[in-house]
C-alpha cells in the first residue's frame, strides 16, 4: 500500500505538523490503496507564508520564464501521461483509456491553451491618455475536486502562475497521489521554489485555515455548492476575491425539427456526455428535454445506448462507498417520486467488486422532481418532455443551476435563438463541440468567475490605471 507521509511546502517536501492518517480505498476494488498523513492549519499557515514572502518581496520572475517553465510543465506531465493515468484511475477510478485521454491528455492540453492565451495578454493597454495595467492579484489558493484532479489542477495553477501569483494547491481528500506527482513535475519544468505548495488535507481544517487567512488574496474553488456558499462567505470577511465553479444540472433540449437520423445521434450523443465519467461530472448533460411525441422513441433509444455501457470498460466505478450510497438514494427517490424507470434497477445494488454503478434513465421526470431539480453527481439521466421552444427553455430554466447545456436542431438560427436564452454558462449547439480558450463557469448556483482563456487569467489579476500628465512617455516594461 502506498504511503503519502510528506507535504510539499514552496517547492520542498517536508513532514507535516498535521498527524492525522487517512487511508484512501482504490475505487475499482474497495481495497486500500495509499495512507495518507494530512497537512494541519499550521501547515497551511506556513504555506501561505511562504507565498506571502514571495509576493510582497517582488520576487523576480518574468513573465516569458513564467510561461517557459508552464510549456515545460505541460511536456512533463505529457511525457508522464501512463504514470498520471495511472494514479488517477487508482484515486477516482477513470478506466484507463478514458484516464489517459479524458483526463491527462485534456488537462495538459487546457494548460497549453492557458499559456498561449497569457502570450496573447494586453497586461498593458492605454485607454485613451490612460493606461490600464493588469498585474498580478498576489497570493493564490487553487481548491480542486476529485472528479477532474489534474486537469482542475493545471487549470487553476497555470492561471495563477501565469499572471505572476504564487499559488497553494489543496487537492480533494481523495485525490492526492496526483497532486503530488504534479509538485514533482512542476520541480522538474523549473518553476522556483516557493511560487507553489501541494497540501493534502482535509478541507474543514486545511481549506478552512487557506480560505480563511488574511494573507491570502485569491481564492480559486470548483466543488460543490454547499461548500461554495461557505467558502465564499468566510472569504467576503475579508473580500477576498473568489471564483467559484459549482454544481450543475445541465439540460440538453432537442427541437422538434430534427429528422430520425439527427435526432437518433442527438439522443445518444447527450447520454454519452451525461455517463461520461461515470456522470461524475459538473457540466454533464443529465437532463434530456424532448419533443412530447418522440418520447417513446426516445424511452427505446436511451435504453439501447444504456445498455452498452460496462463497468471497468466504458463505465468507471463512483469515487467512494459514500458516494455510490448517495446515488443509489437518488434512484430510490426517483421511483418514490413516480418517474418512469425506462433503464436500471428500481433498487440498486453492489454486486461487483468496487464501487460500480448501473447506468439509469427515468423518463416523465417533472421540474418538481428531486431528481430533476438536484445535481446526482452518477450515470443518472432524467428525460423531460417540451411541447414547443418556449416549453424547452422553460424546463432547461426551470433548476437553480446554470452551467452547462445543450441545443440540437436543425434550422442553425433557431438552434442558436433557443441557446441564446437558456440561462446556462455554456451551451453547446448540435454536438459536444470543445474550445480550450472559451470561458467556462456558471450562472444561477453554478457559481461565480470564469476559467480558461483570457477569462481565466482575469481571476487571477488586478487592473490599475495609470494617470500620466500629457506629453508623459510611458517607458517599456520588460517581460
Excluded at 122 to 150: C, H, K, M
Excluded at 442 to 455: D, T, V
Aim: hydrophobic content about 45%; proline content about 5%; some cysteine.
Amino acid at each position: 500500500m502506498r504511503s503519502l507521509d510528506r507535504i510539499n511546502l514552496g517547492g520542498e517536501w517536508v513532514v507535516p505538523h498535521g498527524t492525522e492518517l487517512a487511508t484512501l480505498f482504490d475505487p475499482r476494488d474497495g481495497e486500500p490503496s495509499t495512507v495518507v498523513r494530512h497537512a494541519d492549519e499550521v501547515d497551511a499557515h506556513q504555506a501561505v507564508a511562504i507565498a506571502r514572502e514571495v509576493f510582497d518581496g517582488g520576487a523576480q520572475w518574468r513573465l516569458l520564464e513564467r510561461l517557459q517553465a508552464l510549456g515545460d510543465l505541460a511536456d512533463i506531465v505529457e511525457g508522464r501521461s501512463e504514470e498520471f493515468a495511472d494514479a488517477i484511475s487508482a484515486e477516482m477510478g477513470a478506466p484507463s483509456t478514458f484516464a489517459r485521454h479524458g483526463q491527462v491528455a485534456v488537462a495538459v492540453n487546457t494548460l497549453r491553451a492557458l499559456v498561449d492565451a497569457a502570450r496573447e495578454y494586453r497586461f498593458e493597454q492605454p485607454v485613451g491618455d490612460s493606461l490600464a495595467v493588469a498585474e498580478p492579484a498576489g497570493v493564490a489558493v487553487a481548491i480542486t475536486p476529485w472528479n477532474y484532479p489534474l486537469h482542475q489542477a493545471l487549470g487553476k495553477l497555470g492561471a495563477a502562475l501565469a499572471c505572476g501569483c504564487p499559488v497553494i494547491l489543496k487537492p480533494a481528500e481523495a485525490t492526492p497521489v496526483s497532486a503530488y506527482k504534479l509538485a514533482d513535475a512542476m520541480r522538474d519544468a523549473g518553476i522556483p521554489d516557493g511560487w507553489y505548495s501541494v497540501l493534502a488535507g482535509r478541507g474543514d481544517v486545511v481549506g478552512a485555515a487557506l480560505v480563511e487567512s488574511p494573507e491570502v488574496d485569491v481564492i480559486s474553488f470548483t466543488g460543490s455548492t454547499a461548500v461554495g456558499r461557505r467558502i465564499a462567505a468566510t472569504a467576503g470577511g475579508s473580500l477576498k476575491r473568489v471564483a467559484l465553479e459549482l454544481g450543475g444540472k445541465s439540460p440538453s433540449v432537442l427541437l422538434d425539427d430534427l429528422d430520425d437520423e439527427a435526432f437518433a445521434s442527438a439522443v445518444r450523443t447527450s447520454l454519452g456526455f451525461c455517463m461520461m465519467n461515470a456522470g461524475q461530472t459538473c457540466a454533464a448533460w443529465t437532463r434530456l428535454v424532448v419533443p412530447e411525441r418522440r418520447y417513446a422513441e426516445t424511452a427505446g433509444l436511451a435504453a439501447e445506448v444504456a445498455a452498452g455501457y460496462v463497468a471497468g470498460e466504458n463505465l468507471g466505478p463512483m469515487v467512494s462507498a459514500a458516494h455510490w450510497d448517495r446515488v443509489a438514494s437518488y434512484v430510490r427517490v426517483g421511483v418514490d417520486e413516480g418517474a418512469e424507470l425506462i433503464y436500471g434497477d428500481a433498487e440498486p445494488s453492489r454486486t461487483e467488486r468496487g464501487y460500480y454503478f448501473r447506468p439509469v434513465v427515468f423518463g416523465r421526470v417533472t421540474e418538481r422532481m428531486r431528481i430533476g431539480r438536484e445535481e446526482i453527481f452518477g450515470p443518472v439521466l432524467s428525460v423531460q418532455t417540451h411541447v414547443g421552444d418556449d416549453d424547452a427553455v422553460r424546463i432547461a430554466n426551470s433548476t437553480d443551476y446554470g452551467l452547462g447545456g445543450a441545443v440540437f436542431g436543425t434550422d442553425p438560427a433557431r438552434a442558436y435563438a433557443v441557446a441564446r436564452r437558456i440561462r446556462s454558462g455554456s451551451v453547446h449547439i448540435n454536438g459536444l463541440n470543445g474550445n480550450r480558450n472559451a470561458p467556462f463557469g456558471g450562472f444561477k448556483q453554478s457559481g461565480i468567475g470564469r476559467e480558461f482563456g483570457h477569462w481565466g487569467l482575469e481571476e487571477f489579476l488586478e487592473v490599475k490605471s495609470v494617470q500620466p500628465p500629457p506629453g508623459f512617455v510611458v517607458p517599456a516594461v520588460s517581460t
